[in-house]
């Protein structure tokens, strides 16, 4: 599995390339893989730093991981994904949770002896 990250305006880039473009936005995205939107409010609003919602989404991930297993399968069977959200980082050094779970993806892989490469962003 290849993993990169990406911006959504980054659709068609990654369509081009013919890789699989994953939502994971609160808004719209796949809610197995999203946050919540309370995690995400309280981000927003300055009530919990980074450290914390690092914590609590990685603890809703390890809830989905329970509650959707299939989901989690058919993710990991994937070739080439591009993980997605609105958050403007450019690097893995941004507070973004699309690079949360990409570094949730690859210990996934890692336990399951599933090669997974971070490729960072998807840049054009």
Known sequence: MIIYTAQM????????LNYEFIDTTVKSGDPVFAPNWDLVKRWKAGE??????????????RESWYRHPEEWRKMMEK???????YCSGVDETHHCHRFILADVLKAVGDKRSIPVTLMGELKK
């Open 48 to 61: 919990i730093d980074w450290e914390t919602y690092k914590v609590e989404y990685v603890n809703l991930l």
């Open 9 to 16: 305006a980054m659709w068609r880039l990654a369509k081009k």
């Open 79 to 85: 070739d080439e994904i591009v993980i997605a959200c």
